[in-house]
C-alpha cells in the first residue's frame, strides 16, 4: 500500500497540536522548532552518513542574542550550512533546555529520527485531529502560512531553504481567491 501524503494543517490544528506537546519540553520545543522555522528532520536531528550520525543541531550552531541557528541541508549530494531565524519564544525555549550541555553536544539526541517521526501525529490524535500530519505538514505550515501574512517568494525561498524558486511555488497555493483579493486591494483599495 503507498504512503499518503501528509495532509496540510490549519492554523488552529497546530496550535492544539502544540498546547497537547506542551507537557513535554523536548517533544514541545522540537515541534515548535519545525513550525516557527520550516526546517528539515534531517536539518534538525541530523543524517545517518557512512553509519554516524551528522550534521544535526549542535549547541554551538545556535546563536541565542540574534536569534539564529545553523543547519546543514543537502544541496547536489554536498551538505551546505544554511541560517535560519528563531522567534523570541522558541530562543527562549531553546536557551533553557540547552543551559546544561557543551558547546558540542547535539541538542536532539535523547530522541530517536523515528521517534521525532512520530511526535506530530502522536499530538494530532490526542486532540482529535484525525489527519495524516507529519513533521513536514509543520513544513508545510511554516512555508504556506508565512506566504499568506505577506513574506515575498524570494525572502521566503531563503527561508525554506529552497534552491529553487519552483520548489518554494509549490506550497504557496495560489488561488484564484488569492489572485482577486490582492488584485482587490491594490487596485480597489
Known sequence: ????????????EL???LDAAIVNERDYLILRLLARTGI????LYGVCKQGERKYGIQKKDID???KRLWVYSLKQKKYVRRE?????????LLKRYTAE????DYVFRSISYRQIQRLPKKYARAVGIEKNVSCHSFRHFFITNSWRKGIDIARLQYL???TDLKTTMIYTHVTT?????????????
Open 1 to 12: 500500500m503507498p504512503k499518503r501524503a501528509p495532509d496540510p494543517i490549519t492554523e488552529d
Open 15 to 17: 496550535n492544539k497540536i
Open 101 to 104: 550541555m557543551e558547546s558540542e
Open 84 to 92: 535560519v531565524l528563531v522567534d523570541d519564544a522558541t530562543t527562549v
Open 160 to 162: 525554506a531553504g529552497h
Open 64 to 66: 541565542f542574542q540574534n
Open 177 to 189: 481567491e488569492d489572485v482577486e483579493k490582492k488584485y482587490r486591494e491594490i487596485y480597489e483599495g
Open 40 to 43: 528539515r528532520i534531517g536539518e
